[in-house]
């Protein structure tokens, strides 16, 4: 078959043809929150270096599902990214896994507000382990 043997094919209407009566309202919109409404779910992700709190073994028993975690920006020379985890009363629950920091860290410095919540904890042997969701604040 060549190209001068091709013809297109006509295409068959839609059953119900389109029409816009400008008489008529229009529907009303989705209930979806518009841009900037709502928080961004940036990732979940655990939480690193609980076994070295103060007072690891009492970590969980403070922590609750959907509890929110404050996000810190640490000076801290093993890491250039270090960003820490704090409860909402300011107790250290521990870091961004360093390698998985760098865009929180620079949200941060930027002076956006990033936060978590507590999806998930147990203990691990003696050490706490703990998942977070992660949000950019709109």
């Given at each position: 078959?060549?190209?001068?043997?091709?013809?297109?094919?006509?295409?068959?209407?839609?059953?119900?043809?389109?029409?816009?009566?400008?008489?008529?309202?229009?529907?009303?919109?989705?209930?979806?929150?518009?841009?900037?409404?709502?928080?961004?779910?940036?990732?979940?992700?655990?939480?690193?270096g609980?076994?070295?709190?103060?007072?690891?073994?009492?970590?969980?028993?403070?922590?609750?599902?959907?509890?929110?975690?404050?996000?810190?920006?640490?000076?801290?020379?093993?890491?250039?990214?270090?960003?820490?985890?704090?409860?909402?009363?300011?107790?250290k629950i521990?870091?961004?896994?360093?390698?998985d920091?760098?865009?929180?860290?620079?949200?941060?410095?930027?002076?956006?507000?990033?936060?978590?919540?507590?999806?998930?904890?147990?203990?691990?042997?003696?050490?706490?382990?703990?998942?977070?969701?992660?949000?950019?604040?709109?």
């Amino acid at each position: 078959m060549t190209n001068s043997d091709w013809t297109p094919k006509p295409i068959d209407p839609p059953a119900v043809p389109f029409h816009f009566d400008p008489t008529k309202p229009t529907p009303a919109p989705l209930p979806f929150p518009r841009p900037g409404q709502q928080d961004i779910l940036l990732t979940n992700h655990h939480i690193a270096g609980t076994m070295h709190v103060d007072d690891p073994e009492h970590l969980l028993d403070a922590l609750t599902l959907g509890a929110q975690l404050t996000l810190v920006r640490e000076h801290n020379s093993h890491d250039a990214f270090a960003t820490r985890i704090d409860s909402a009363d300011g107790k250290k629950i521990g870091y961004v896994p360093k390698g998985d920091n760098t865009i929180f860290a620079r949200l941060l410095d930027a002076g956006l507000l990033v936060y978590a919540k507590v999806t998930y904890w147990e203990t691990r042997g003696k050490w706490p382990y703990i998942r977070a969701d992660f949000y950019l604040r709109a």
